[in-house]
């Protein structure tokens, strides 16, 4: 592997980062020290709240204001403009000079840091026009060549684009280009993949590679999941808390973790290679915390000494067993309207003629690429989406025919968990009026008080307690917030329920707690799942089947084991391809590629 420069480009010493509220003070960064060097890619790795994306901004300076300061420590760096400064003490003008030129972000939400009133074009080359002397023309055309960079298809179109006219992954390459715009010396990526596609991700990973080999540029790539960045990074840095619990060469990271909370992270994570089991691990089964926050590691649990054993045998449904679910040529087509009288021109065909059938208490995994019909699909199995034609007999009714009233009561069997539970609840309702809900709707028990004992039970049943009947969706994490939308779904007793992309975004350590909960009430409610997802891992430990979708069709199916093994489309074989595997031998080959692509560009 190709040493470091001799003199790191950003070399962090004892940061201290708080949060100061009427509850107290919070240390959410505690005596953190780093180093990043040229051409070198640094992973911060931790679940939520750990305090890497606080690292983050305390090093661009965007935590400079109540309730947050920077309490202590140094952060110097070498500025092409400045020499060598400490950016906590660098002037506000020149840090903004910085800012933006020398040191770039990537945002985790693109949808959020783009500014919907401007075209995509027009805001990066704001960034041009700030910190060079480009001329408006001149920072277009450098603006569509950061795009034709970014591999975006039709860049003098994207140009023109407005941000909710592109897609989640075309967005991300827009903020890449904004970052690069300025050829800094550090990019920060903060969690740029997140609920990525994995074909879009392993490309977005590839970008930022290829960015930094070609610009020497320094890379602090902040995410939750080590299996992301297992092939991209040089060192990884773990996070627990505010602090730094371990840092690594990736190779000596992945093969000979230290501390418990590292193994913790990488065994939580569902993998291609791993037997079927019946649970997944997480953190708490590799570490005990005492009320000090002293750690230790925990010696082997039930739940470890039960993955050591053979995996349940799956449940045989009979042949003759009538499905509960069976979708007959469905269609779901979208008109394309143009011209002064709005004639339709053409349909977008989201789904397009699908069949498929769902045993009782089956899980059938549903993937594919954004875009590929998978979660229109999905809604239109609740008439959320209305078909365009076919039949979806649930239960021997062909709920494609059913009036209004009919199809109000027909969803208590059939429900829906959505991918972002925070936008799901009502923030002016507590969770527990949020569950008791759909029993009003449905005129479910006698009386409110039986229908919120029923609500406490629900609570307890997903992980949560009583005493959260009475807070509100913001008092909660995204974990617990998906508990609670799971708990609503399960207050009408349904036999089916769509999870919707349902642990797309979460921390790998509550990602698996919440698909060992899914699987545990499958097992006590005999419940069928439509598991809809683009991480084909996840797909695999969940699901009895899956469904291969591309462009509104259902173009393979089988079980994990025959689509994995031997997939019989290409399509099926780029997703499998896609998924970081953060196996040693991938790792070493990966490094072997980095080292190549460096000497090459020198």
Same mark, same amino acid.
């Not at 403009?81 to 906590?88: A, Q, S, T």
């Given at each position: 592997?190709?040493?470091? =420069?001799?003199?790191?480009?950003?070399?962090?010493?004892?940061?201290?980062?708080?949060?100061?509220?009427?509850?107290?003070?919070?240390?959410?960064?505690?005596?953190?020290?780093?180093?990043?060097?040229?051409?070198?890619?640094?992973?911060?790795?931790?679940?939520?709240?750990?305090?890497?994306?606080?690292?983050?901004?305390?090093?661009?300076?965007?935590?400079?204001?109540?309730?947050?300061?920077?309490?202590?420590?140094?952060?110097?760096?070498?500025?092409?403009?400045?020499?060598?400064?400490?950016?906590?003490?660098?002037?506000?003008?020149?840090?903004?000079?910085?800012?933006?030129?020398?040191?770039?972000?990537?945002?985790?939400?693109?949808?959020?840091?783009?500014?919907?009133?401007?075209?995509?074009?027009?805001?990066?080359?704001?960034?041009?026009?700030?910190?060079?002397?480009?001329?408006?023309?001149?920072?277009?055309?450098?603006?569509?060549?950061?795009?034709?960079?970014?591999?975006?298809?039709?860049?003098?179109?994207?140009?023109?684009?407005?941000?909710?006219?592109?897609?989640?992954?075309?967005?991300?390459?827009?903020?890449?280009?904004?970052?690069?715009?300025?050829?800094?010396?550090?990019?920060?990526?903060?969690?740029?993949?997140?609920?990525?596609?994995?074909?879009?991700?392993?490309?977005?990973?590839?970008?930022?590679?290829?960015?930094?080999?070609?610009?020497?540029?320094?890379?602090?790539?902040?995410?939750?999941?080590?299996?992301?960045?297992?092939?991209?990074?040089?060192?990884?840095?773990?996070?627990?808390?505010?602090?730094?619990?371990?840092?690594?060469?990736?190779?000596?990271?992945?093969?000979?973790?230290?501390?418990?909370?590292?193994?913790?992270?990488?065994?939580?994570?569902?993998?291609?290679?791993?037997?079927?089991?019946?649970?997944?691990?997480?953190?708490?089964?590799?570490?005990?915390?005492?009320?000090?926050?002293?750690?230790?590691?925990?010696?082997?649990?039930?739940?470890?000494?039960?993955?050591?054993?053979?995996?349940?045998?799956?449940?045989?449904?009979?042949?003759?067993?009538?499905?509960?679910?069976?979708?007959?040529?469905?269609?779901?087509?979208?008109?394309?309207?143009?011209?002064?009288?709005?004639?339709?021109?053409?349909?977008?065909?989201?789904?397009?003629?699908?069949?498929?059938?769902?045993?009782?208490?089956?899980?059938?995994?549903?993937?594919?690429?954004?875009?590929?019909?998978?979660?229109?699909?999905?809604?239109?199995?609740?008439?959320?989406?209305?078909?365009?034609?076919?039949?979806?007999?649930?239960?021997?009714?062909?709920?494609?025919?059913?009036?209004?009233?009919?199809?109000?009561?027909?969803?208590?069997?059939?429900?829906?968990?959505?991918?972002?539970?925070?936008?799901?609840?009502?923030?002016?309702?507590?969770?527990?009026?949020?569950?008791?809900?759909?029993?009003?709707?449905?005129?479910?028990?006698?009386?409110?008080?039986?229908?919120?004992?029923?609500?406490?039970?629900?609570?307890?049943?997903?992980?949560?307690?009583?005493?959260?009947?009475?807070?509100?969706?913001?008092?909660?994490?995204?974990?617990?917030?998906?508990?609670?939308?799971?708990?609503?779904?399960?207050?009408?007793?349904?036999?089916?329920?769509?999870?919707?992309?349902?642990?797309? =975004?979460?921390?790998?350590?509550?990602?698996?707690?919440?698909?060992?909960?899914?699987?545990?009430?499958?097992?006590?409610?005999?419940?069928?799942?439509?598991?809809?997802?683009?991480?084909?891992?996840?797909?695999?430990?969940?699901?009895?089947?899956?469904?291969?979708?591309?462009?509104?069709?259902?173009?393979?199916?089988?079980?994990?084991?025959?689509?994995?093994?031997?997939?019989?489309?290409?399509?099926?074989?780029?997703?499998?391809?896609?998924?970081?595997?953060?196996?040693?031998?991938?790792?070493?080959?990966?490094?072997?590629?980095?080292?190549?692509?460096?000497?090459?560009?020198?």
């Amino acid at each position: 592997m190709t040493l470091p =420069a001799t003199k790191p480009i950003l070399k962090v010493t004892d940061l201290e980062t708080v949060f100061s509220t009427h509850r107290g003070t919070t240390k959410a960064v505690d005596k953190v020290s780093f180093e990043v060097y040229p051409g070198e890619t640094v992973a911060i790795v931790g679940e939520s709240g750990s305090g890497k994306s606080v690292t983050s901004l305390s090093v661009m300076r965007l935590i400079n204001t109540p309730p947050g300061r920077i309490a202590g420590g140094t952060a110097i760096f070498q500025s092409e403009r400045f020499g060598e400064v400490d950016l906590f003490t660098l002037p506000e003008k020149q840090m903004q000079q910085v800012r933006g030129n020398e040191i770039s972000m990537i945002f985790q939400e693109p949808m959020s840091s783009l500014n919907p009133v401007y075209t995509c074009g027009k805001q990066v080359a704001e960034v041009l026009l700030l910190h060079t002397n480009l001329s408006k023309e001149e920072a277009r055309n450098r603006t569509i060549s950061l795009f034709e960079k970014a591999k975006l298809p039709r860049p003098e179109k994207i140009y023109d684009a407005y941000p909710h006219e592109i897609s989640g992954g075309q967005k991300q390459r827009v903020m890449i280009a904004m970052a690069m715009a300025c050829e800094p010396s550090i990019l920060i990526a903060d969690e740029p993949t997140t609920a990525l596609d994995v074909t879009v991700q392993a490309r977005m990973l590839e970008l930022i590679d290829e960015l930094r080999v070609k610009e020497n540029t320094a890379v602090l790539f902040i995410t939750h999941d080590l299996g992301v960045v297992a092939e991209i990074a040089d060192r990884i840095l773990v996070m627990y808390k505010g602090k730094l619990v371990e840092q690594g060469r990736v190779l000596d990271i992945f093969t000979n973790p230290q501390h418990p909370y590292t193994k913790g992270l990488l065994a939580c994570r569902p993998k291609l290679t791993a037997k079927a089991q019946s649970i997944l691990p997480t953190v708490s089964d590799f570490m005990v915390e005492d009320a000090q926050g002293n750690i230790t590691e925990r010696k082997k649990s039930s739940i470890l000494e039960e993955l050591e054993q053979p995996a349940p045998a799956s449940i045989k449904l009979k042949e003759t067993t009538e499905p509960l679910l069976e979708v007959r040529n469905l269609k779901v087509y979208f008109p394309i309207k143009k011209g002064f009288f709005a004639r339709t021109t053409d349909y977008v065909k989201a789904v397009d003629n699908v069949s498929f059938t769902v045993q009782p208490g089956e899980t059938i995994g549903l993937v594919g690429e954004s875009g590929c019909g998978k979660t229109t699909l999905g809604r239109s199995l609740l008439r959320l989406v209305e078909p365009t034609d076919g039949s979806i007999l649930f239960d021997g009714v062909d709920i494609a025919k059913l009036s209004a009233e009919e199809l109000r009561k027909s969803r208590r069997d059939f429900q829906m968990i959505f991918q972002d539970p925070y936008a799901s609840l009502n923030p002016m309702h507590t969770v527990g009026e949020a569950i008791m809900e759909p029993m009003h709707v449905h005129k479910l028990y006698n009386s409110n008080q039986e229908r919120k004992e029923v609500t406490m039970q629900l609570l307890e049943k997903v992980g949560l307690t009583r005493e959260h009947f009475q807070r509100y969706p913001h008092e909660f994490s995204g974990g617990q917030r998906q508990r609670i939308c799971i708990a609503r779904a399960l207050a009408l007793q349904p036999k089916c329920i769509i999870c919707d992309e349902s642990v797309s =975004a979460l921390d790998v350590s509550v990602q698996a707690q919440v698909l060992n909960l899914l699987n545990k009430l499958k097992q006590e409610f005999g419940i069928t799942y439509i598991f809809i997802t683009h991480d084909l891992s996840v797909a695999k430990y969940m699901s009895d089947r899956i469904l291969v979708m591309s462009k509104g069709q259902i173009i393979e199916s089988g079980t994990p084991d025959q689509l994995y093994l031997n997939p019989q489309q290409d399509y099926t074989r780029v997703l499998i391809n896609a998924i970081p595997k953060g196996e040693p031998e991938d790792i070493i080959k990966a490094q072997q590629k980095r080292d190549l692509m460096k000497a090459g560009s020198v």
